[in-house]
């Protein structure tokens, strides 16, 4: 063995120049895969997490069944105008305490209860969709109902005795900020117009939970108590959407579940981030290793009547491998080991803002420790499979071929 060290000392000073290109090679791939690989996974996870929150807001309801049809005419004064609805869909009441159980589904994050009534104003006989939620609530009322970021002019609502109206409403109506709007006989304050896009649970008059009890209760038969006919609910990430819908169901024995369906293609936006990380610092490592082997076998062939005087004095294959080996191992350990630590500073020191339109602060900088032990795993590894690939060769060199060149 430590003739083994001695004689791969030796030839790697001979050869400078190629030692160093074997170093240099192994140097650059693992700082690139260590600082180009965390930047990549950086800005995976970046992603990530803006996909994990696509889409993962939804509604469940019950729609009633073509076989009761005496459920709305002992609900409603009015069941030829007026209904609880979801997506246009007449649908039932529901305990409001549901929403106690669908919080308790582990992969939901929140859940609120809403009602949605199509409404006849008594007075001019137009229909309105009107929408009570609950103030407090702007985890899941806020991408799927309407939300603070969604106001247009005036103010966000914030307490009961007033109301918000949808954009296209107001303007085919002529209601502006700071006039009312009388319904069941109460006259609403208008605090906000707001624009709140394709959103599940729209309507066109946003006004407190206990004023829509309020209001839609005097269009009913019976005491609008503690009910609703819509859950807005938020999953806690797109990949576990479909369990969450699941166990929403179950809940609320034939419901349907109502979402944007964006957070299928976010899932699948996920899985190909990480794919192609990892198929980019595949690629470094597989060319870095194709050069390194070319590297060592083109030695071997410079060296064959070296190797072949070797085990013509007695030298045995197994101690001609372990050279080649230690060879090869000494450029690419040191090598690797420098790439990761340049890497890192690559990344430190790397344009955040540029790159990620975001600065970048101490606390938020990522650091990947399985990527830096696959960088210097690899640069060992490449470096001694590389190493007895050539070793490997050097052995159909034969002694008496080497002594009749001397």
């Given amino acids: 063995m430590n003739d083994s060290l001695r004689c791969a000392l030796r030839e790697l000073s001979r050869h400078r120049n190629r030692a160093l290109a074997n170093f240099f090679g192994y140097f650059v791939a693992v700082c690139m895969m260590t600082g180009i690989g965390h930047l990549l996974l950086f800005s ?67 859940s609120s209860p809403f009602l949605l009534f199509r409404y006849r104003d008594p007075d001019t006989g137009l229909l309105y969709n009107l929408g009570g939620f609950e103030l407090g609530n702007q985890s899941a009322v806020g991408t799927t109902c309407c939300a603070k970021t969604d106001v247009l002019n005036g103010e966000y609502l914030k307490a009961s005795g007033s109301v918000m109206l949808e954009v296209g409403f107001a303007m085919s109506h002529g209601l502006k900020v700071g006039t009312k709007i009388a319904l069941s006989g109460e ?57 969450a819908i699941d166990a929403v169901k179950k809940i609320l024995d034939g419901s349907v579940g109502t979402t944007y369906n964006c957070f299928k293609p976010a899932i699948k936006a996920l899985g190909i981030n990480s794919g192609s990380v990892w198929m980019l610092t595949l690629l470094i490592a597989g060319g870095t290793f194709l050069f390194s082997l070319k590297s060592q076998i083109s030695s071997v062939i410079e060296r064959r009547r070296d190797l072949g005087i070797l085990k013509a004095i007695g030298w045995t294959n197994l101690e001609i491998i372990i050279q080649i080996l230690l060879e090869s191992a000494i450029t690419a350990l040191p090598g690797g080991i420098c790439g990761c630590i340049a890497g890192l500073i690559l990344y430190y020191f790397a344009p955040f803002e540029a790159i990620f339109g975001m600065r970048r602060i101490s606390d938020f900088l990522i650091f990947y420790p399985s990527l830096v032990i696959a960088g210097i795993f690899f640069a060992f590894f490449g470096g001694v499979l590389a190493g007895l690939i050539a070793g490997l060769l050097s052995l159909r060199q034969l002694p008496a071929e080497a002594i009749r060149r001397l």
Avoid at 78 to 106: G, H, Q, T, Y
Avoid at 189 to 202: H, Y
């Fill in 187 to 243: 006259d609403f304050p208008i605090v906000a117009i707001v624009d709140p896009g394709i959103r599940p649970a729209k309507a066109d008059i946003y006004m407190a939970f206990e004023d829509a009890e309020r209001v839609i209760g005097k269009r009913l038969k019976m005491p609008l108590k503690e009910s609703a006919n819509l859950f807005l609910i938020e999953a806690k990430n797109s990949t576990v959407q479909f369990q």
């Fill in 44 to 110: 995976r996870d970046v992603e990530g997490e803006i996909l994990l929150r696509t889409g993962v807001h939804f509604m469940g309801f019950v729609p009633l069944k073509s076989d009761d049809p005496k459920y709305l005419s002992e609900l409603l004064l009015d069941p030829s105008s007026e209904a609880f609805i979801a997506n246009s869909i007449i649908c039932r009441l529901l305990p409001k305490n549901f929403v106690d159980k669908i919080n308790n589904i582990p992969e939901v994050k929140d």
